[in-house]
Structure formats: structure tokens, C-alpha cells
């Protein structure tokens, strides 16, 4: 990075927040094909309130003005919006480019030559699996043939470097070397990002987030592969064991990012859904511009956070207590160790709370009737399926991989 | 989006005419400016006002020496900012020019 100057780290600039972001997660649609397990916004169903078309593009332009460079686009399953690709044609027109996370349902042989051609557009295909029984337990009967179909559509159509998202779980932490293979395969690039217990994920985070010793080998895994994995900043609570991961190692929630929710909520960040989180919404006036200036929540964000009860540990400079939401949905204080703390701390204080209720994610977008086709690793068949439904197109993470 | 790569060992050359790349998109900050790349989707960060300055200077500049010294810099401080340029370079989002 450029060093020119005295200036205070760029880490600091950023925790006072910014003029505008720098990516955004914007969740088009509540709508998808699939009802994964651990959908973060609890997808399945449109939501009747969802922004139209000139709203949508209305909140393009004030991107523009404000020059955010990139939008992270998610659902819900963002393609299965009848706009969606002239709603990123009108973005890329606007110098807005364009990240979108799919499934992987609309990228037919045709559709991913045209993708091919455009240097504003990028494209993530969420796996969470790198065979079919460990992906389709989570995101649904058929969904691994469906993402290898569309990566295989862009590899033929010379789409190089697009990504292959995987959210790390206890089921596939010990694949991390295939999914490296499958991405190498289709010349594409492996980013891997983090269970949050948001959404739908809040009812299986208990049996899907890695182990202990997954989350060590993880770690050590990353730093081996260096900056050729991304990880969209997703993991710097794993910063406490040593070394820094590639990236900003700061939770950027409305300092830096936020999500746009597809009936044009803004929360500060995309694991974040729930009330408390809640900043405004685009409708408001003097639009998206205005909540990200003008919210108290953000405003609350930019102030220096204290440590609590993490401020005296030796690793807190590294992990600066890991991520808000994470802790928010187990029913951990903000300001408290993150469940997966890997000094332990966070494992004791779950233990210590010994299942007192924690916040629900809020609203829920789940298909009410197609049978869930999951059951998870070895979870005892009496619970049944999850209510629930899966899906979407899962990660969306917030900061893409900078470094300072 | 990736991110940056390492500087090259070589030093920049401070004589010769540069411009910011044409996909280079720059978004004035407190601390200096951001700076992305729309086609290799990279970020930069310009840790300084007067970084800025030299950056927008460049096309218009017969050298960067010129950009650097219309930006105020003293003598002294083009060391720090020819290897600041020199980074820049190294991610494409500034490259050489070729005028007539």
C-alpha cells in the first residue's frame, strides 16, 4: 500500500467511518430457488414490499454520487428478479460495478459469455460442499450439479477468476484442499467465509460451526495459501492466534459497509438483520445517502468501542473481540469475547449463559411448505426438519479483501 | 477483489510522463482517497492529501518530478513519494504515458 505520509493507520481512519462505503451488501430479493440451511436472511418467499425497479435504480444513482465503487449483490437468489440483469447493466453504466452471489440457477452457456465481456461485473458461485453430499445437505437436493453446471458455463465462456464461495462448516472444514482443486479446475478463485448465526443459521450454527481444532487448521491453512484465498475479512477473529489474515481485520459495520435488505432496509451489516441493527431505510428522506450520514446507530458504530471484559486479553489488538452479530444472535455482549473466540473465552461464556433465550434473527422469509431436505450431521431424528427453510445465495460478506 | 501486490523492487521513474489508468476510479477521503480498479477489482488507499494531489496532477504533468513539486513537496520528500508511486505502479493504477 501507498506510504506516503504519517497519517494515522488506515485501520483507525476507518473505524471513525466514512463518507460513503466502500462495498455494500445489497440483498435484491427475498426470493429463492433454494431454502439452504443456514440462509442468513431466512429466504425463500419475495417479500410484496420489495424496492421496484425505478426504486432500484434510484439507489444506483446515489451510489454513483456518492462513489461507491462496488456493489455486493445478494438475495434471496438476486437472478431469479426479472430486472436483475438490466439492474446491472444500469449499475455498470454508472460506473457502479457489480458483485453478484448466486446459485448458480440462471448462468446458462449464453448468459455467461455476456457475463464474460463485462469488466464490471464479477461473479460468486456459492458451494458449501465440495462433493454433492456434504453441499446438498446444506443447500438442497440438486444445488451442487447446479453451481458445477454454472462454473463450468463461465470456465467455457473465458470468465477467468470468478469465485467460488464456501461457507466454512464443521462438515466440510476438511475439504478446504478440494474446493481449492474444484476452483483451480475452472480457473476461478476459493474465497471462504464465516457461519454466522443469522438467519436461518441461528438454528444450525450449534452444529455447524467448525470445532475448535477446525477453526485452528482453518487458520493455518489460510496463512499457508496467503492472499490466493480470499476470505472477505470474514475470519479476523481468528487473528488472536498470531499473524493477521490478509485484510483490514476490523468489523466494518457501518463504518465502512452495510446492507441494503431487498425491501430497502439498511442495517450495518449483512449478518446483521435485526431490529436493533436497523438504521433506515432508502424510502426515507433524502434517501440511502441520508441514513448512512445521519443514522444514530452508525454514528454509534464510528465512536471507539470499548473492550469490555476482552480488553485485558493479549490477543484483543489482534481480534478486537471479533464479530458484533456473531456474538449478538448466541446472546453474548457486544462488548464480551466472540462465541468463537479462540482463546476459549467465548465457548465459557456460552456455557456460563447455559441456553438462556438469545434475540431471534428478524422477519423471516422461509417457504412456508416444501419440506426441508436436510438433516444435519448427527443431529438425533427427533427435532425432525427445520421449520425453516434454506437458502440463498449465501455469503455476501462485507469487505472484499482489502489490506491497509 | 483481490488485493494489492507487492512492490516491485525497482525504483520509479520520477523523469518520465505517468497518468492515473482510464478504469481507475478515485473517491477523495479525510486521510487521503480511496482508489479502485475496475479492472483488476483492486483497492488502494492514498494515505495523504498531497498523495492525492500528485496522483491528480500526473496526466497533465510532463514528469512526476513536475506533479510532485506543482503538489508543494519539498526535495526531501520525493524519496517517500517516488516508492508511493512506485506501488501504485506496481498495481496498475497509474502507468507510464506515452506523449508524442
Known sequence: MTQASTTLPLVEQFQ??????????????????????????????RDPRELTTAECRAVI????????????????????????????????AHRVGVKFSTNGIKITPERAESLAASDYVDVQISLDGATAEVNDKIRGPGSYGTALRAMRNLAQAGFTGFKISVVVTRQNAGQLDDFMAIAERFGAQLRLTRLRPSGRGAD?????????????????????????????DSFFHLAGYGDPLPGLNLC????????IDPVGDVYACPFAIHENFLAGNVRGPGGFAAVWRDSELFAGLRRPQTGGACQSCSAYDSCRGGCMAAKFFTGLPLDGPDPECVKGHGERALAAAGG?????????????????????GRRPAGPGPVRHRPDRACDENPLAGFRP | MSTDAPPR????????????????????????????????????????????????????????????????????????????????????????????
Open chain 1, 16 to 45: 471513525y467511518g466514512l463518507d460513503a462505503p466502500i462495498c455494500l451488501t445489497w440483498e435484491l430479493t427475498y426470493a429463492c430457488n433454494l431454502a439452504c440451511v443456514h440462509c442468513l436472511s431466512s429466504s425463500g418467499r
Open chain 1, 61 to 92: 444513482d446515489e451510489l454513483e454520487r456518492m462513489q461507491v465503487f462496488y456493489v455486493n449483490i445478494g438475495g434471496g437468489e438476486p437472478t431469479v428478479r426479472p430486472d436483475f440483469w438490466d439492474l446491472v447493466d444500469y449499475a455498470t
Open chain 1, 204 to 232: 444450525v450454527w450449534d452444529e455447524l460451526h467448525p470445532t475448535a481444532s477446525q477453526q485452528r487448521q482453518l487458520y493455518d491453512w489460510l496463512v499457508a495459501r496467503g492472499e490466493q484465498v480470499l476470505t472477505g
Open chain 1, 252 to 259: 466494518g459495520a457501518g463504518r465502512v459497509v452495510c446492507l
Open chain 1, 356 to 376: 438462556a433465550p438469545v434475540p431471534r434473527p428478524f422477519g423471516n422469509h422461509s417457504h412456508r411448505s416444501r419440506p426441508v431436505p436436510v438433516t444435519i
Open chain 2, 9 to 100: 523492487a525497482e525504483s520509479f521513474d520520477l523523469d518520465r510522463p505517468w497518468q492515473l489508468h482510464p478504469q481507475v476510479s478515485v473517491r477523495p477521503e479525510r486521510f487521503g482517497a480511496l482508489l479502485y480498479h475496475f479492472g483488476t477489482r483492486r483497492l488502494s488507499f492514498l494515505k495523504s492529501p498531497a498523495l492525492l494531489t500528485v496522483v491528480k496532477t500526473l496526466g497533465d504533468a510532463p514528469s512526476a518530478r513536475e506533479a510532485c513539486r506543482r503538489a508543494g513537496l519539498a526535495q526531501a520528500e520525493l524519496p517517500a513519494y517516488a516508492t508511493a508511486l512506485q506501488t501504485l505502479a506496481s498495481s496498475q493504477m497509474i502507468r507510464p504515458r506515452e506523449d508524442a
